[in-house]
């Protein structure tokens, strides 16, 4: 059972302008601090940095890789960026009184700046303590939607319900359908082996499809498998589904929201899609994971910031889907399954996965992870009873 508890260190950044930002601490332990500064690096810079890591998915797993040295370098730049003076001093304290309670210390961004959104905030190193924040279960880092209308956990019995589309259009670069659904049905077998979780496998791909599954069933989860984008023209996030011809339909999240945000018990969506955590430069809920998050029900979402591989994939899935059926808050699950890939030698693709998360606490889910026992199955008798005799 997950039993950790976080207080929070709330941290709101703001463009003041050009390269100019501002950073304020909204709530912590030890007060509310802000400080102005620049990003450490150029966007040309940031996007070579994305390249660079990229090799990392062609498969190296050797130990300090460059990768592994340049997802340092970055992530203890932009640390130190906003995490000096008054901050940094706020952020320690803060961690120590947590930790004298017996509580973590979740990170919650606030990302009001849009063209900060599509930075990689996950990799932040704190070179001190020689540790990347959201590597540890005491310090996990969010992507917070502060919403009026918030969610409340809501109450489940075992097993979770979830439903998998997998769309691969023909018009696109093709998935091999029946490997992504082996894939994540092995990455969970174990939980629907021991009664903690059910799927629907949908058999089309298409938004008709899936509203009319939303009306047949009552599911928690909702996994995407398929290719996702930025819609440039019309400033949006887009999932590539199917038509009716098995072509490419451009899906917006908006829309998306719409279908997902009329299932009351639906709270969390993973988008395992390429470029699916990205958003607008200049609106913050244009992309996929944030609009949802932001409309209806759904309490979290994960979208992966850059392509994954298969083996990452299913290890997050596992890690993920494991620690959210044992009780665990949304936030200290994603934690743990970016461990699981961490403790495969892969040594960046654990920062891929985003949270993005309206909930307060973390909670999404109040469960009661009781298990009725099965009932032994009724031997054999090879004897019959009198009664069934032939008269």
Request: proline share 7%; hydrophobic share 40%; with cysteine.
């Amino acid at each position: 059972m997950g039993n950790i508890h976080y207080t929070d260190f709330e941290l709101s950044i703001e463009k003041k302008g050009g390269q100019h930002y501002h950073a304020k601490v909204l709530r912590s332990l030890c007060g509310e601090p802000e400080i102005d500064f620049k990003l450490p690096f150029s966007n040309l810079e940031l996007e070579n940095f994305i390249l660079k890591i990229g090799s990392a998915r062609r498969g190296m797993r050797r130990i300090n890789t460059p990768e592994m040295q340049a997802v340092r370098e970055f992530g203890a730049k932009l640390f130190e960026s906003i995490f000096t003076g008054d901050v940094r001093a706020c952020l320690i304290s803060s961690e120590n009184a947590a930790t004298s309670e017996g509580m973590g210390l979740r990170v919650k961004l606030r990302l009001d700046a849009p063209d900060l959104i599509n930075i990689p905030w996950e990799f932040l190193y704190d070179a001190s303590h020689g540790r990347f924040l959201a590597l540890f279960e005491k310090t996990p880092i969010v992507r917070y939607i502060d919403i009026m209308d918030r969610t409340e956990p809501l109450k489940v019995k075992l097993p979770l319900s979830m439903a998998v589309m997998i769309s691969s259009p023909e018009d696109y670069p093709a998935l091999d359908v029946g490997r992504e659904k082996a894939n994540l049905g092995n990455a969970v077998k174990e939980l629907v082996r021991n009664g903690m979780l059910n799927i629907t496998w949908m058999e089309q791909a298409s938004l008709p499809a899936l509203q009319d599954q939303l009306m047949r069933g009552q599911y928690h989860i909702f996994h995407f498998i398929g290719h996702g984008g930025f819609d440039e023209a019309n400033q949006d996030g887009i999932l590539v589904m199917e038509d009716e011809y098995k072509r490419g339909y451009f899906v917006s999240g908006e829309r998306l929201a719409t279908l997902l945000g009329n299932q009351p018990s639906l709270r969390l969506v993973v988008l395992n899609s390429c470029e699916g955590g990205r958003t607008s430069s200049t609106d913050p809920f244009a992309g996929v994971a944030t609009t949802l998050v932001r409309t209806g029900s759904v309490s979290a979402v994960v979208a992966m910031q850059l392509a994954i591989t298969d083996q990452a994939a299913i290890t997050f899935a596992q890690g993920l889907y494991n620690a959210i059926a044992l009780g665990y808050p949304v936030d200290a699950a994603v934690t743990q399954a970016r461990l699981a890939i961490y403790a495969t030698n892969n040594d960046v693709e654990w920062g891929t996965p985003v949270l993005y998360m309206r909930s307060p606490d973390g909670l999404i889910f109040d469960i009661d992870t009781h298990i009725p026992p099965t009932p032994p199955p009724t031997p054999h008798n090879p004897y019959p009873k009198p009664e069934d005799l032939p008269k």
